[in-house]
């Protein structure tokens, strides 16, 4: 059993680390804030805001958690939030008409996943597994759901040309869009398979190195590491295939 002090990776004793602590975070932000600013490729803005956001909802949670994990109902209140966080910012990113459907990729995407392995009995059923489970599907679900809503958006805008000339040699519009935008929607799921295919070679990701910090065995967090980029791939599918149905139906349209 490998067990390690998890006090080692970052250093918080007094009031000196914090300060510390404070300054490297928001010097980091603000360097990617003045690079982007520089390059023409952000505002500046979005980056600051970003670290200031995750700083107060990051305290926040760390308030409200121990409640949350206490109650199954306060768990599943919990996760409903985070959908429906995530389904309002790939709706914003994707300048959708209505910030209601991206819910139905991203919950369909996460949920059942996350069911799935608790079903089978791979994690343990209770919510101190089920809120940090659904909260990875939950992410990488609206990763998906953003990539693919916009590239299949912008692909149809871009290509508006092809689509009414497929339209008038006889093809039904969802053929018609889905000839445009199915290569799009591939696209969205390029970061989760390069994720999965380097795993230990170019990162260690969090579950993994979580689960040894927590005294597990190499093995152990080898194995729960494999079923969450398992997860992440099912999710990710899901919610690139509903999205793309969703924009060639003309249920998800931009602004």
Same mark, same amino acid.
Do not use: K
């Given at each position: 059993?490998?067990?390690?002090?998890?006090?080692?990776?970052?250093?918080?004793?007094?009031?000196?680390?914090?300060?510390?602590?404070?300054?490297?975070?928001? +010097?980091?932000? +603000?360097?990617?804030? %003045?690079?982007?600013?520089? %390059?023409?490729?952000? @505002?500046?803005?979005?980056?600051?805001? +970003?670290?200031?956001?995750?700083?107060?909802?990051?305290? /926040?949670?760390? #308030?409200?958690?121990?409640?949350?994990?206490?109650?199954?109902?306060?768990?599943?209140?919990?996760?409903?939030?985070?959908?429906?966080?995530?389904?309002?910012?790939?709706?914003?990113?994707?300048?959708?008409?209505?910030?209601?459907?991206?819910?139905?990729? !991203?919950?369909?995407? =996460?949920?059942? $996943? *996350?069911?799935?392995?608790?079903?089978?009995?791979?994690?343990?059923?209770?919510? !101190?597994?089920?809120?940090?489970?659904?909260?990875?599907?939950?992410?990488?679900?609206?990763?998906?759901?953003?990539?693919?809503?916009?590239?299949?958006?912008?692909?149809?805008?871009?290509?508006?040309?092809?689509?009414?000339?497929?339209?008038?040699?006889?093809?039904?519009?969802? @053929?018609?869009?889905?000839?445009?935008?199915?290569?799009?929607?591939?696209?969205?799921?390029?970061?989760? #398979?390069?994720?999965?295919?380097? $795993?230990?070679?170019?990162?260690?990701?969090?579950?993994? $190195?979580?689960? #040894?910090?927590?005294?597990?065995?190499?093995?152990?967090?080898? +194995? #729960?590491?494999?079923?969450?980029? =398992?997860?992440?791939?099912?999710?990710?599918?899901?919610?690139? *295939?509903?999205?793309?149905?969703? /924009?060639?139906? =003309?249920?998800?349209?931009?602004?």
């Amino acid at each position: 059993m490998l067990a390690v002090d998890s006090t080692a990776l970052i250093d918080l004793d007094g009031p000196q680390a914090y300060l510390r602590l404070v300054l490297v975070v928001f +010097a980091l932000a +603000a360097f990617a804030a %003045a690079l982007r600013y520089r %390059a023409q490729i952000g @505002d500046g803005r979005s980056e600051l805001t +970003a670290v200031l956001r995750a700083t107060l909802q990051l305290g /926040v949670v760390g #308030l409200i958690i121990a409640a949350v994990l206490e109650s199954w109902w306060l768990t599943a209140a919990f996760v409903a939030l985070m959908v429906g966080v995530a389904a309002w910012t790939s709706g914003s990113r994707m300048q959708a008409t209505s910030r209601l459907w991206p819910l139905v990729p !991203i919950a369909l995407g =996460a949920l059942p $996943v *996350t069911a799935s392995l608790l079903l089978v009995g791979l994690l343990p059923l209770a919510p !101190i597994s089920v809120i940090p489970t659904a909260g990875i599907l939950v992410g990488n679900a609206m990763t998906a759901t953003t990539l693919a809503g916009r590239r299949c958006l912008e692909r149809l805008d871009e290509r508006h040309g092809q689509y009414q000339a497929a339209l008038a040699l006889g093809l039904l519009p969802r @053929d018609s869009a889905l000839l445009i935008t199915r290569n799009a929607a591939r696209l969205a799921l390029v970061p989760g #398979l390069d994720q999965t295919r380097t $795993v230990g070679l170019v990162t260690l990701p969090g579950a993994f $190195v979580g689960t #040894l910090l927590g005294g597990a065995s190499p093995l152990e967090a080898a +194995a #729960l590491q494999l079923v969450v980029l =398992a997860g992440i791939l099912a999710s990710q599918s899901i919610a690139a *295939t509903v999205t793309l149905e969703l /924009v060639v139906t =003309a249920r998800l349209r931009r602004r």
